[in-house]
Structures are given as structure tokens and as C-alpha cells.
């Protein structure tokens, strides 16, 4: 009779858990990053699937998931990390897989900007011509034929096996094929881009919330919101490790 009653309730245990998670079975433990603005055709591939979807405002993504926008089209990424990727139109993004060594993000063609929320926040992203790490930083990286790299604030580092360059706010740098980064150089006036200034991400700290970014004590996410053209400083706890 023990047995039979040890069993009834692991059976009930596991309904219970399974019960808990949202449909299909997703775990909140395992979200990469979760879409914050959507504008236009914008789509995601599931991890292992071959179909690409309609993207959603507030769809999580998950390990190995893939974001394409067509023509004209705009998407905003919160990552666990705690760093803002805006993605620009004709892109195709990809969130690193469940067995990436580290946090690896892969631009395989068009645009992303990117700012860090947080002084900790980093993102890495690789393209088919270098990786670039970010550090405490707004940049904007490009693929098409040349690679272009643009450091509006803090610092990148880009990397290929023919070589590397460290990137300062204000620098550019380029890669062509299999070359080397080009030296970093100071951009012109023209050469700043505005394409993200279109994403409007409205009250941002409740999506860090979502992603488990905040809770009862524990440290601070110092945050800087541009409002109306305006700067203004949030605070928002993070959970306790």
C-alpha cells in the first residue's frame, strides 16, 4: 500500500510541474532573450525547427531560436545578459545554442545596434567576418560585403584569425573578406547612423522583470531611458544569486 501511494503522489509531483510550465513545455530558466518591439515583417525559427513564424511582442527566445526581418522591418531584443539588441530590417539573428561554449549571438547578415543596460551587461556577437565583443557599450555592427563596426560609447573588440583591433567611442573599423580589421578611425558626421532611433521600447524595466532581472533585495540595474528625446535614470532591483 506504501508503494502504490509513493507512486499516486511522484504521478501527481509530475503533473503538477509539468502543469506549471506554459504551453509546450517551455522552461522559464531556459529564455536567451525576450522581443521587446516589433515593427513590421519580422520572423522566428524555433531551435530545430525548418519553419519561420510570425514574431510577436513579448515572445521568449530560447536557445538556438532565429530572427529574420524583411524590408523595412524593426526588432528589439532584451537578452539574460542584460544587454538591448536592436535588430534592422533584411537581418537574420541567431541566439546561441544549448551547447555554445559561451554566449556567443551570430549576425549572419544585415544589422544590429546594441547598448548595454547595465555596467556588468556584455554581449558577443559573431558574424561571418569577426566577432565582436562588447563591453559597457552602445555599438552597431553591419555584414553585408564589408563588414562595419561603430562604437558610439565604451568599447569593442573585433577579432578575426587575421587579426584584431580595439575599438573607442566614436572609432570605426571595417573587415573585408578574409582580411584583417582595418584600423580604427574616427567617424564623420555622416557615417553615424539613426536607424535605431525609430525603435521606441516602451517601459523596458518591466521586461527585465520578466527576465528574471528583478526581485525583492538584492543589487541594483542602473538604467538609462531615453523618453521623449529625454534622458532619465531607473533603478530596478536584481534577484539575489
Excluded at 109 to 124: C, D, I, N, P, Y
Excluded at 142 to 161: F, R
Aim: with cysteine.
Amino acid at each position: 500500500m506504501k508503494t502504490v501511494i509513493k507512486a499516486v503522489l511522484m504521478s501527481a509531483a509530475a503533473f503538477a510541474a509539468a502543469a506549471a510550465l506554459p504551453a509546450g513545455g517551455f522552461c522559464a530558466e531556459k529564455i536567451s532573450a525576450m522581443v521587446v518591439f516589433v515593427s513590421g515583417d519580422a520572423q522566428l525559427k524555433r531551435a530545430g525547427g525548418e519553419a519561420y513564424a510570425e514574431l510577436k511582442l513579448n515572445d521568449s527566445l530560447s536557445p538556438g531560436d532565429s530572427v529574420k526581418t524583411g524590408a523595412g522591418a524593426k526588432v528589439s531584443l532584451v537578452t539574460k545578459g542584460g544587454a538591448e539588441v536592436r535588430i534592422n530590417e533584411n537581418s537574420t539573428f541567431d541566439v546561441p545554442g544549448k551547447s555554445a561554449l559561451r554566449e556567443m549571438y551570430e549576425l549572419r547578415v544585415g544589422q544590429v545596434w546594441s547598448r548595454m543596460l547595465s555596467r556588468m551587461a556584455k554581449l558577443s556577437v559573431r558574424t561571418p567576418s569577426a566577432v565582436c565583443a562588447i563591453r559597457g557599450t552602445e555599438a552597431d555592427i553591419e555584414q553585408k560585403e564589408i563588414m562595419t563596426v561603430k562604437v558610439y560609447e565604451g568599447h569593442v573588440d573585433l577579432e578575426n584569425p587575421a587579426g584584431k583591433q580595439a575599438l573607442r567611442a566614436g572609432q570605426l573599423s571595417t573587415v573585408s573578406g578574409a582580411g584583417a580589421p582595418a584600423a580604427p578611425r574616427q567617424m564623420t558626421a555622416g557615417e553615424m547612423g539613426k536607424w535605431q532611433e525609430g525603435i521606441d521600447v516602451k517601459d523596458i524595466g518591466k521586461y527585465l522583470e520578466k527576465m528574471g532581472l528583478s526581485a525583492d533585495g538584492g543589487k541594483k540595474l542602473k538604467l538609462k531611458v531615453d523618453k521623449n528625446g529625454k534622458a532619465k535614470d531607473v533603478e530596478i532591483k536584481l534577484k539575489k544569486k
